[in-house]
């Protein structure tokens, strides 16, 4: 089965500063690639994705970049803010009986710092 | 506000008991989920029911019992639970075209 693996399992950034999150994953037939953030009390919440047909893709602060040879990507935060603070999963997805199969990274806990 | 709810969301029971867990979304979607959040693992999933019929039963040990009445509706039913059964049980829903999952905020089960 399929196998993501996530690093670094906790990041410390102070504020302003970049932050990224890198993701592995094993299995090439994959094609979709979510990030999630949870925060204390809350289940997870996607905050960006990308399909493997795309090497990029970015949304305000956030970017994901994917590389579908080395099957790695990895999650990009610019001018991190306190409230960026949470613990980040990605996930791998693949087509699965009918339905999508996710299978989660380990989690990232992101501290910034004022 | 994810558009699903989960009850309740704090359970503490010993043993010997029994208990459910409810997930409800109002997203109008076909595939429900259950996962195990346990600290430092992966999420783990647990069942999945497409169109109100399980499609995957993730080696689950039997003193979890799924039950998925309609659509908007999923329990897991509990019974003869051991302590390490004690995580967060996240409830998540997804469109039939896939995509991304909505989860529900959890119940934080406590087994004594």
């Known amino acids: 089965g399929e196998n993501v693996e996530q690093h670094p399992s906790t990041l410390s950034v102070q504020e302003g500063d970049s932050a990224v999150i890198k993701c592995t994953y094993s299995?090439?037939?994959?094609?979709?690639f979510p990030w999630y953030k949870q925060e204390l009390g809350k289940g997870p919440q996607l905050i960006i994705d990308i399909r493997s047909n795309v090497g990029e893709k970015k949304d305000q602060r956030i970017a994901v970049t994917l590389n579908k040879t080395a099957k790695h990507f990895s999650l990009h935060i610019t001018e991190t803010q306190p409230e960026d603070s949470a613990v980040y999963f990605c996930?791998?997805?693949?087509?699965?009986?009918?339905?999508?199969?996710?299978?989660f990274g380990t989690g990232t806990k992101l501290q910034v710092i004022p | 506000e994810t558009g699903v709810t989960q009850t309740p969301r704090h359970l503490v029971m010993g043993m010997t008991n029994k208990k459910s867990l409810k997930c409800e979304q109002h997203?109008?979607?076909?595939?429900m989920y259950w996962y195990k959040q346990s600290a430092k693992k992966p999420l783990e999933l647990m069942f999945v029911y497409n169109f109100k019929e399980q499609t995957e039963n993730n080696s689950v040990p039997s003193r979890f019992s799924p039950e998925c009445p309609n659509s908007s509706h999923l329990f897991l039913h509990l019974h003869t639970l051991q302590p390490e059964d004690s995580a967060l049980y996240l409830c998540a829903c997804r469109a039939s075209g896939g995509g991304e999952q909505y989860f529900g905020p959890g119940t934080r089960l406590t087994v004594t």
């Open positions: 997203l109008g979607h076909n595939a």
């Open positions: 996930a791998a997805s693949i087509n699965s009986g009918g339905y999508q199969k996710v299978t």
């Open positions: 299995d090439s037939a994959s094609n979709y």
